[in-house]
């Protein structure tokens, strides 16, 4: 992502590929290689630029892009691991549900269990909150978008 050459680009440089924001950038350059294990958010260029880059999973270690090509907050979800990358993720949607047909989905991978969260994370939630009261419409809209995916993968018998 090279902008051409003139005034417009007088901004801050990436510390990584030294290319020249616009001047009209505000905040930290951060170098990004794309979303990694991240749910895709936004189909854009890699490598590319923004003022964050998000933390790594904490359960795998992957790399989940930034805001720009990921998501934040509390819609960062690893899809290796099925894990909610952010003490918000699981404070807001609750652990993901392990069902047959889930698990087949991802090819076998259980999603972890309210236990084996970062205890940063179990506290966000709140001590022994399981997903007990599942109610889809108190997920965020990626979370929701997911769950809407799997009973539609799940109506069509598909596994």
């Given at each position: ?16 590929c ?32 923004a003022?964050?880059?998000n933390?790594?999973?904490w ?59 970062p ?41």
């Amino acid at each position: 992502m090279k902008l051409a050459g003139g005034k417009n680009n007088r901004g801050p440089s990436c510390a990584v590929c030294q290319e020249r924001m616009p001047a009209s950038w505000q905040g930290a350059v951060a170098h990004c290689d794309g979303p990694g294990v991240a749910w895709v958010m936004r189909q854009i260029e890699k490598p590319h630029h923004a003022e964050q880059i998000n933390p790594v999973c904490w359960r795998c270690g992957g790399k989940l892009g930034c805001p720009r090509c990921a998501s934040s907050g509390a819609a960062l979800l690893c899809v290796r691991c099925a894990a909610w990358a952010t003490p918000e993720g699981l404070a807001a949607n609750g652990p993901i549900l392990n069902s047959a047909v889930s698990v087949a989905k991802r090819h076998g991978v259980a999603a972890p269990q309210f236990v084996e969260y970062p205890e940063e994370f179990r506290r966000a939630r709140g001590a022994g909150q399981d997903n007990v009261d599942f109610d889809p419409s108190k997920l965020s809209a990626p979370a929701r978008r997911l769950y809407q995916l799997g009973l539609a993968g799940i109506g069509n018998g598909a596994a």
